[in-house]
């Protein structure tokens, strides 16, 4: 079982930076893959990016390509998500999931845990 608990969201201008947190509770985290997806309004929840248990492999989606890094810190049991170059278009809510295996992958029904999320808002 792992509890994941997001932080570092806020009100950041367009070409800001943030860099979100995910703490994890369980003495497994470091097997785990980790992920961070996005809800804006009236949307799907979206895939953003993920690495594996180790770091060793993170796969991005196309629109955070070059902008945003994934990583992680398994001492510390924290996962991050470091956001540059924001755009208004950025704005949603942003969760944190661990999956029960090693593997990075991308689709939102490979995770099994999730943050309660933490909302970044970007304004023009």
């Known amino acids: 079982q792992a509890q994941l608990v997001e932080s570092g969201g806020g009100l950041v201008q367009a070409g800001g930076s943030l860099r979100l947190s995910c703490a994890a509770s369980?003495?497994?985290?470091?097997?785990?893959?980790m992920g961070w997806f996005r809800q804006a309004p009236g949307k799907e929840r979206e895939f953003v990016a993920t690495?594996?248990?180790?770091?060793?492999?993170?796969y991005y989606a196309d629109f955070v390509k070059g902008r945003f890094t994934i990583s992680r810190d398994n001492a510390k049991k924290t996962a991050f998500l470091q956001m540059n170059s924001l755009t208004p278009e950025d704005t949603a809510v942003y969760y944190c999931?661990?999956?029960?295996?090693?593997?990075?992958?991308?689709?939102?029904?490979?995770?099994?845990?999730w943050g309660q999320g933490t909302q970044v808002t970007v304004s023009s």
């Open positions: 999931a661990a999956r029960r295996g090693s593997n990075a992958l991308a689709g939102f029904n490979a995770y099994d845990y």
């Open positions: 690495i594996s248990w180790n770091g060793g492999t993170t």
């Open positions: 369980g003495r497994t985290f470091s097997f785990y893959a």
